[in-house]
């Protein structure tokens, strides 16, 4: 049996399979709902979502226009951009009395096993660096200054051009416990579908602010987690995208399209 089948066979539900209790029935704490600030660095208030005054656009219209761009014109985001952004992929509704968070995705049992980082190379107000968003809270916080993040983070993305244009390129990050204290191993099946629907959000969202998007899955696992100081096991890179304006000539399929 190759990798790809244990995967599927060992996080199968099904008569045949023995039931082992999972943390939350055994009565564990569920871990917390985000991943602590870290002491001593500021955080960046970011523009309220509710707000904003930025173009709609029809639902449908962004389905049909939506599609892999891997070209993006050399022009900053605005603040309130990407807030908009960070509020469509991952914004806070609630914090329920359960406690948990409701967000602008779904998440299975409403786990919302992510945390955001960005890796900024041109957004006005913002220095160039790498940045996690603290969704809760709707702010970010800085990681690691400095413009030489872009060609790091290019490089570690198998150095696509499309990361090294982007004006922001997203980082998605899992921490499995989340899904695994109510889950057990089924939740590492429910990190990937949640993936999905986060890109697929950022994908459309891009649209109303005439923004392009490239989901990226070819990345170095091991050494991007090194890179974030993550041990790969409580935390890792799941997923990323590149994100930046259309090219005022195209609006055309940059590359192959998804």
């Known amino acids: 049996m190759d990798t790809g089948h244990r995967f599927l066979d060992e996080t199968r539900y099904g008569a045949d399979v023995p039931e082992v209790l999972s943390d939350q029935q055994k009565g564990l704490p569920q871990p917390p709902l985000e991943l602590p600030p870290t002491p001593g660095v500021p955080l960046i208030p970011l523009p309220n979502p509710h707000e904003l005054s930025l173009p709609g656009i029809d639902l449908l219209t962004a389905i049909n226009r939506r599609h892999s761009l891997r070209l993006y014109r050399d022009e900053p985001l605005s603040l309130d951009e990407l807030s908009y952004l960070l509020w469509c992929t991952q914004g806070v509704k609630a914090v329920t009395p359960r406690p948990c968070t409701l967000r602008t995705v779904p998440s299975g049992g409403a786990r ?29 916080q800085l990681v690691k200054p400095g413009s030489q993040v872009v060609r790091d983070v290019t490089e570690l993305c198998g150095n696509q051009k499309m990361v090294e244009l982007s004006a922001v390129t997203f980082i998605w990050t899992a921490v499995p416990y989340r899904m695994i204290w109510r889950y057990n191993q089924r939740a590492y099946r429910g990190l990937f579908l949640d993936a999905g629907h986060v890109c697929q959000n950022l994908y459309l969202a891009a649209e109303a602010i005439d923004c392009g998007v490239c989901a990226i899955n070819a990345f170095s696992d091991n050494e991007f987690n090194d890179y974030l100081e993550f041990d790969g096991e409580q935390q890792f890179v799941i997923y990323c995208a590149s994100l930046g304006k259309k090219p005022a000539a195209a609006h055309a399929r940059g590359g192959a399209a998804s």
Do not use: D, K, Q, S
Not at 112 to 125: C, I, K, N, P, S
Not at 126 to 137: D, K, S
């Open 112 to 140: 919302h096993a992510f945390e955001t980082y960005l890796m900024v190379r041109a957004v006005a107000g913002l220095e160039p660096g790498i940045y996690r968003f603290l969704a809760i809270e709707h702010a970010l």
